[in-house]
């Protein structure tokens, strides 16, 4: 019972440490808006140009414009409009369509579609090589980790 309480403990620090990324996706849908998502599928921010937007009872975004927003169970992002996303065995996006993020061994996104991002040793971005998709970017917040 011990060891089972302790692992309990890791794991939700673990998850709460994952949970804090300052990265996400910004994916832009139609008319200019776009919904930026974190690493881990949680909506971070709305950018809104035109267009109503809509809450479910959760208070989870669930319409942006002409936009639907779906989640899964664990109250992920799997769908914005018609562009799906997917998730990794530790909950990290990993698709967005048809675009493939990588991450390195710190959790720490190196890759969107054909776009390469290196870090210094400090974890601050110091390069993107390539470019992102003509419909998402990467966005961070310097200095966090």
């Known amino acids: 019972m011990r060891k089972l309480l302790l692992l309990l403990v890791m794991f939700s620090i673990f998850n709460a440490a994952h949970a804090l990324s300052s990265d996400a996706i910004e994916v832009f849908i139609s008319h200019g808006n776009s919904v930026s998502i974190s690493t881990i599928g949680k909506v971070l921010?709305?950018?809104?140009?035109?267009?109503?937007?809509?809450?479910?009872?959760?208070?989870?975004?669930?319409q942006v414009g002409?936009?639907?927003v779906m989640y899964d169970e664990s109250s992920r992002v799997i769908q914005i409009g018609n562009i799906s996303v997917k998730y990794d065995q530790s909950s990290r996006v990993?698709?967005?369509?048809?675009i493939t993020i990588s991450y390195d061994f710190s959790n720490r996104v190196v890759k969107i579609g054909d776009a390469v991002i290196t870090y210094d040793s400090l974890s601050r971005i110091i390069n993107i090589t390539g470019k992102t998709p003509d419909n998402m970017r990467f966005a961070t917040v310097p200095g966090q980790t």
């Open 66 to 68: 002409d936009a639907a």
């Open 45 to 62: 921010r709305l950018n809104i140009t035109s267009g109503a937007i809509a809450y479910d009872n959760l208070n989870r975004v669930i």
């Open 94 to 98: 990993i698709n967005i369509g048809n």
